[in-house]
């Protein structure tokens, strides 16, 4: 849902059309000549009249454009019934809501009356920022990076409900902003679901499953109301007061609350095979340590194999048996090939080509983990690599360790010989922008790039000269606000004297050559801010029993 709106221009600008609230009744100055949504009479405080955006044509069309996304999601995610409700709060305002009033996902359901229909009605319009009953969980969710959980929550509309929200992050340039205790933040606002807790229960089947294994449960929440902390039994088996001693606890990482799941088996925990059972177990354990070392020492190897060909993320998410897709808003990419790589190569043998494009690309390879970019491929005689993925990073701190990665490539390449003496050449380029980074395929399965910038990066190395760097306008303009160094940066002119060099597919392009840079210089204050920083790190990272 977030990547639809990020992506379709009929909900692109939905919390550009809602607006900040503005009440004309306490703030007649500044309110009267205001396009946002109105407060609700009657319910200034908590809803928004959103009457004059949606009930017209074209905020029906944009409704119905919405159902039909929403109501394939739905289908789609595996949750079934669970999935009672997907609603779009741009500014934090509940705008649209599938389904509005949901009577299908109720029916069979014993635990409400025959014909039981789920009302979100009034949540239409609903101001989460300003409703003092759920602002502290949507003022959390503006600033964070994934999934905000609260509940189950007793909703108005009826039943036990988990809810999930997760925010829209876009560019503030387009004004695109929520501000939160006076922090401004690039939010469009978030998208909400709601979930069924009593259908997630059953179709969990948590209750047959300890059953099966003749066990008893009990899971509790824990809230802070009014200062005190109130546990809540919000899950439990039928004989759960067996539970009350002689348990096994775990807490449980829901985000926004303690959860403890206390479990026990119906004869307790004291089998009557403790004498003879202790020496068969102490000698299986032994032989299970070693081979469990055998079998730890095996897999750091693959991990560490693993590691070398994709991030953390994509080995756990391929694991999983998941789809392997992630957005970067703005890294750097660079390509580099050797000059004449064709004829040198036909002119030794396949072994002396394998031993030079591996010492130099070895070298290559410690440059990149030096300035903490990405080494993606090589293919042939090409370098690949990132700067802002899989690691993020600001987009002018990715242009900077890459640039400076490419200078020391250069450095390498002067300084290289093969073994009978020849020099080598090569030529790169630089391109910033967005791009999408994933796994193809089960066999062979390799982390890489897509996107205009993949392109646009291999076009600057085809279209570079011998020994230079040539980059792209939107790199150059990363590097003009880089962190920590001053680039030279030169035009790219021909011959005669126009600036800039044609591209295939995007005609004549103003191109720059990295010449050199220049570390800045940093004053006393800086140093000492630098280092009361670095005392705060270590500070922070020393054992709870040291602080």
């Given at each position: 849902?977030s ?73 789609n ?29 109720f ?40 999934v905000?959980t ?15 929200r ?127 070392m055998?079998v ?37 990419i ?6 004449g ?18 010492d ?77 980074a ?13 996107g ?8 600057m ?13 939107s ?26 060099v ?23 204050k ?22």
């Amino acid at each position: 849902m977030s990547m639809f709106i990020q992506e379709l221009p009929e909900f692109h600008d939905l919390d550009l059309m809602v607006g900040d609230r503005c009440n004309p009744a306490s703030d007649p100055l500044n309110c009267t000549e205001s396009t946002s949504a109105p407060p609700l009479a009657g319910k200034e405080t908590t809803h928004r009249n959103l009457s004059g955006l949606f009930n017209t044509t074209e905020g029906r069309i944009i409704q119905r454009k919405f159902d039909t996304i929403a109501s394939s999601i739905k289908e789609n995610s595996g949750l079934g019934k669970a999935l009672v409700n997907i609603q779009l709060a741009p500014k934090g305002v509940v705008s649209m809501l599938y389904r509005m009033v949901n009577c299908e996902d109720f029916v069979g359901n014993p635990r409400v009356e025959e014909g039981y229909c789920m009302n979100n009605t009034g949540a239409w319009g609903h101001d989460l920022l300003n409703d003092p009953k759920r602002v502290g969980i949507a003022r959390a969710t503006v600033p964070a990076k994934g999934v905000v959980t609260a509940g189950p929550l007793n909703l108005i509309q009826g039943g036990d409900t988990f809810i999930a929200r997760l925010p829209i992050n876009m560019d503030p340039d387009e004004g695109h902003i929520m501000v939160v205790d006076n922090v401004t933040y690039p939010c469009w606002g978030f998208v909400v679901v709601l979930l069924d807790w009593s259908t997630l229960k059953e179709q969990s089947n948590i209750y047959k499953e300890f059953d099966n294994e003749k066990m008893q449960f009990k899971l509790t929440r824990t809230d802070m109301i009014n200062g005190e902390e109130v546990v809540k039994s919000i899950a439990e088996s039928e004989n759960s007061e067996i539970c009350a001693s002689g348990n096994v606890t775990l807490d449980l990482d829901t985000g926004d609350n303690g959860w403890v799941i206390s479990v026990c088996f119906n004869d307790g925990f004291s089998p009557n095979y403790k004498v003879w059972a202790y020496p068969i177990v102490f000698i299986g354990s032994f032989i299970f340590m070693i081979l469990l070392m055998l079998v730890l020492v095996s897999k750091t190897q693959l991990e560490s194999i693993l590691l070398r060909l994709m991030p953390p993320r994509a080995i756990k998410k391929l694991r999983r048996g998941e789809t392997i897709v992630e957005k970067y808003d703005m890294v750097t990419i660079f390509f580099s090939d050797i000059v004449g790589y064709t004829k040198m190569s036909s002119e030794m043998t396949p072994q002396e080509v394998m031993k030079m494009l591996n010492d130099l690309y070895s070298k290559f390879d410690i440059e990149a983990a030096k300035h903490g970019i990405f080494k993606v491929e090589t293919i042939g005689d090409a370098y690949i690599a990132v700067a802002g993925c899989p690691k993020k990073c600001s987009g002018p701190e990715a242009a900077q360790r890459m640039a400076l990665f490419a200078l020391d490539a250069m450095k390498i390449v002067k300084d290289y010989q093969t073994d009978d003496g020849a020099n080598v050449c090569i030529r790169a380029g630089l391109a910033s922008g967005p791009c999408v980074a994933g796994v193809i395929g089960t066999a062979l399965p390799k982390y890489t790039l897509f996107g205009d910038t993949v392109n646009f990066a291999a076009r600057m190395e085809q279209t570079s000269q011998k020994m230079k760097i040539q980059i792209s306008p939107s790199t150059q303009r990363m590097l003009l606000d880089a962190p920590a160094y001053d680039f030279e940066c030169v035009e790219r002119r021909d011959d005669s004297g126009e600036l800039g060099v044609e591209l295939k597919g995007k005609g004549r392009q103003y191109t720059y050559w990295v010449e050199s840079a220049t570390k800045m210089s940093t004053s006393p204050k800086t140093d000492e801010i630098a280092a009361e920083k670095a005392k705060m790190v270590d500070i922070l990272e020393q054992p709870e029993e040291n602080v």
